[in-house]
């Protein structure tokens, strides 16, 4: 299996569990992100999620708590909201902001991703030899 399919399988596999964010990915992709250069580090996370958006696997939002901050009152606990940008326009967005910060992430910035019903669908059929061994 080429590198690429495992990174995917991974990420895919992880995202069944818990929200992904930009800085978790980009340690999965580079180990070491903060010793790569910012635009490479941007680069190679849209690289690697662009499809996984595109495909309909990941969506691209928020969680109505963010990092630090108090719950908002009457709002369920763990609740994620998708943006309602068209998937190409919602990278755009990450690569406009990322660029305008022009500096390596902190956890959930800018956005979070989630796995969708088809990216459960996508996890559930993996063979067992194609799944990450945790």
Known sequence: MAS????????LCYAEDDWLDLTWVAFIIF????YRPVDEVRVGVLDVIRPLVLEGLLEI???NVHWGEEQREGVPPCKFFT????????????DREWRALNRHLDIGEICWLN?????????SALPPEEQPNW
């Open 31 to 34: 180990h070491k992100p903060v």
């Open 4 to 11: 690429y399919e495992r990174l995917r399988n991974y990420l």
């Open 61 to 63: 939002g928020d969680p």
């Open 115 to 123: 796995l969708t019903v088809k990216g459960h669908q996508y996890v």
């Open 83 to 94: 943006w309602t940008l068209p998937p190409k326009d919602a990278l755009e967005r990450i």
